[in-house]
């Protein structure tokens, strides 16, 4: 594609419940990056794939977060069990190989009730 | 694990002035440095980056300076104009074995008429 894709773009869901998030890096970008940028702060890392080598998860706060890749195409961001300070703006980026820029989607904003 | 700060949070210069942004890293191992722009509920657009093999870097009315020594890496903006009014976050990485990015904490710059 033109860039990358992230939904949902918005996302309001309860204390507790669990959420899905999608992006679909740009086609032929191999490395694939999830941060998180809570309200007026800046980017933290999350989750890093890269081709078929075992994922950097070394930025998840917890273990209710996980992400999953199939191949070199979309991830999905599952947060269970959410509780509100898991509110931010989920970004996702991708860039090629291992190399760098990275770049950015649009993000999905996660609020939680 | 690598560190970078950021400052000023923020920066309020008149229209036709010059910016100045500065970071700081921590980890000597970071060799990739670029610069985002986020508008108000956009995503981060990658505007300039360095590489550890050069000293600068300019386009047009921007440009970024680098001292490997020190570990610290500036943006320059001149000739500002109203649209160079967004949050500027700084970030640092070490290509190939550890992509993911480290950002700065931001600097709003408002440019006024």
């Known amino acids: 594609g033109a860039g990358v894709s992230q939904s949902p773009s918005n996302k309001v869901t309860e204390k507790g419940k669990d959420v899905e998030l999608r992006c679909d890096p740009i086609s032929g970008h191999t490395a694939l990056y999830w941060y998180r940028q809570r309200l007026g702060q800046g980017l933290e890392f999350l989750i890093y794939f890269q081709g078929n080598s075992a994922p950097d998860k070394s930025g998840l706060p917890s273990d209710r977060f996980s992400a999953e890749r199939t191949g070199e195409s979309v991830s999905t961001l599952t947060i269970q069990r959410t509780q509100q300070e898991d509110s931010a703006v989920y970004l996702c980026?991708?860039?090629?190989?291992?190399?760098?820029?990275?770049?950015f989607g649009d993000g999905t904003r996660l609020s939680i009730l | 694990g690598e560190n970078v700060e950021q400052h000023p949070s923020t920066l309020s210069v008149q229209e036709g002035d010059s910016a100045v942004i500065k970071c700081t890293y921590s980890d000597s191992a970071s060799n990739y440095f670029p610069w985002y722009k986020q508008e108000l509920g956009k995503r981060p657009q990658l505007i300039i980056d360095i590489r550890s093999n050069v000293g600068e870097k300019k386009d047009q009315r921007i440009a970024v300076t680098l001292n490997k020594t020190a570990k610290h890496f500036s943006l320059h903006i001149t000739e500002t104009q109203p649209e160079d009014s967004a949050v500027y976050f700084c970030?640092?990485?070490?290509?190939?074995?550890?992509?993911?990015?480290?950002f700065g904490t931001g600097t709003r710059l408002q440019v006024t008429l």
């Open positions: 980026a991708s860039s090629l190989v291992d190399a760098q820029p990275q770049h």
């Open positions: 970030a640092a990485s070490h290509t190939g074995t550890a992509s993911k990015l480290t």
